[in-house]
Nanobody, 124 residues
Framework: QVHVVESGGGLVQAGGSLRLSCVAS????????MGWFRQAPGKERDFLAS????????YYADSVKGRFTISRDNAKDTVYLQMNSLKPEDTAVYYC?????????????????WGQGTQVTVSS
């Protein structure tokens, strides 16, 4: 079992920045990749970015390339999502997810463990 806890969400004005954190605990040796998704009300859960457990490889959705950056602190078993130039349409609940299998996947069903989510609200 792997436990996932996100933090760092909040209210920010358009153009501002936020950094989300995701801490993994438990059987972390089973982790292959960690990813970030978001879900706005009435919409599907969308892939944003993922990173290998070693931190050496990353993959981004086209919609956030250049604005969002995923990174990992190996010493803290923590993955971050730095979000810059935020827009009102970025408002959503943001989720951290863990995948135990190889490869960078972009659909939610391909991830094995999920956090509870953290709300990000961007005001205009």
């Amino acid at each position: 079992q792997v436990h996932v806890v996100e933090s760092g969400g909040g209210l920010v004005q358009a153009g501002g920045s936020l950094r989300l954190s995701c801490v993994a605990s438990g059987r972390t040796f089973t982790i292959y990749t960690m990813g970030w998704f978001r879900q706005a009300p009435g919409k599907e859960r969308d892939f944003l970015a993922s990173i290998s457990w070693s931190g050496s490889s990353t993959y981004y959705a086209d919609s956030v390339k250049g604005r969002f950056t995923i990174s990992r602190d190996n010493a803290k078993d923590t993955v971050y999502l730095q979000m810059n130039s935020l827009k009102p349409e970025d408002t959503a609940v943001y989720y951290c997810a863990i995948r135990r299998g190889p490869g960078f996947k972009t659909t939610s069903y391909e991830y094995d463990y999920w956090g509870q989510g953290t709300q990000v609200t961007v005001s205009s």
